[in-house]
């Protein structure tokens, strides 16, 4: 499916970039009756050699025309899927939206109406409390309580999608970073200079880091007290340019720079925030990769085209992981990894930094 000028949120190891905020206009709740849950998944367990340790399939009561969902997690146990693509797009009143939602890690899944199921293009967009849906061109419809109602918005992104994104942002329309108030994102009073800001993180502490690009030189600014002061901090030059620089602040505080390459999926130039922003080698790495995600313990996720792989301690690892080259990594609010692509269905991996228990989910249409 085609995105729309929102974007895509996978937990807080994944930086948003420019989030707009434009004005709803709300028109009233849409509510219906709680639909009955989807039979239980069959449970089956891989052989020994297998490095998942359990499948989640289920099928739902949807016609065999759909594609395959989007399926999207905001949690280990919650997530929403979406049928909404039966091979001739544009869909219309012959093809509407089905979606659906679990509260138990995929086991069991359960219908949730659709609020305007007839669109030219669906999409759907998930974080912790809150469920926003695209249904072009008739606007936006988000539920914080699970799709038990929705609000109506025409203009978009809602107000309740961009507050659960993170608490500072970048404003897209000026460019400036912007605090979340409860209704909208105000500009800070201070603001970092960067040549070329183009992200900005924060962990659930005070620290935030804003990061740019110009001309493929990489730079950043710090704030230990959320963004009330500013400390520019130099950047170590890379080996080769930067086309884009994220910052990414973990949860406890880690603070690291990804510098993607120009052509997006060379290895990137990583620095991690110590006393200041030290590179970080990674001997033994593979030419390219797909994704890059920090997953505690001082250690970066990567996966590429010998599967998934750790970086730290100047080295590169190969973790045993069931990840394959296709698959791209985030992590979510909770910690858990998620990889989506591939051979199909998602993993979902439980645990601490590299022990990870692996889940695929797998929805089935008949």
Request: proline fraction near 11%; aromatic fraction near 6%; glycine fraction near 12%.
């Amino acid at each position: 499916m085609e995105t729309p000028m929102i974007g895509r949120m996978s937990g807080r190891a994944v930086v948003l970039l420019l989030v707009p905020l434009l004005a709803g206009c709300s028109i009233g709740d849409v509510r219906r009756e709680p639909p009955t849950a989807s039979p239980r998944a069959t449970v089956t367990a891989p052989p020994p050699s297998a490095a998942v340790a359990e499948v989640r399939r289920v099928r739902v009561a949807v016609a065999q025309r759909y594609a395959p969902p989007y399926v999207e997690f905001v949690d280990a146990e919650h997530g929403y899927a979406l049928f909404a693509n039966c091979g001739e797009p544009p869909p219309g009143d012959d093809c509407p939206a089905r979606l659906f939602a679990t509260d138990d890690g995929g086991r069991s899944w359960r219908e949730v109406p659709h609020p305007h199921p007839a669109a030219e293009n669906h999409q759907l967009y998930a974080a912790p409390g809150v469920l926003t849906l695209w249904s072009e061109p008739h606007g936006w419809w988000t539920s914080t309580d699970g799709g038990t109602s929705f609000t109506h918005a025409l203009d978009g992104p809602p107000p309740q999608w961009v507050g659960a994104q993170s608490r500072v942002q970048l404003i897209e329309d000026s460019g400036q970073v912007g605090e979340w108030d409860g209704q909208r994102l105000r500009p800070l009073a201070a603001q970092p200079r960067v040549p070329g800001l183009n992200t900005v993180d924060a962990g659930d502490g005070p620290l935030v880091v804003a990061a740019g690009e110009k001309d493929g030189k990489p730079y950043a600014a710090v704030s230990f007290d959320r963004g009330r002061s500013w400390q520019q901090t130099p950047v170590p030059a890379p080996d080769g340019r930067v086309g884009v620089l994220r910052a990414v602040v973990e949860r406890d505080g880690t603070a690291w720079l990804v510098g993607e390459r120009p052509d997006r999926n060379s290895f990137p130039a990583l620095w991690r925030l110590r006393r200041g922003w030290d590179p970080i080698s990674a001997d033994g790495h593979p030419p390219h990769i797909q994704s890059v995600a920090p997953i505690g313990g001082g250690l970066l996720a990567v996966t590429g085209p010998g599967g998934a792989g750790a970086v730290g301690d100047g080295h590169y690892t190969t973790l045993l992981w069931p990840i394959g080259p296709e698959r791209s990594l985030s992590v979510l609010a909770d910690g858990t990894i998620v990889a989506v692509g591939g051979d199909g269905g998602i993993l979902l991996g439980v645990g601490r930094v590299a022990e990870r228990r692996w889940t695929k989910i797998i929805l089935d249409n008949s």
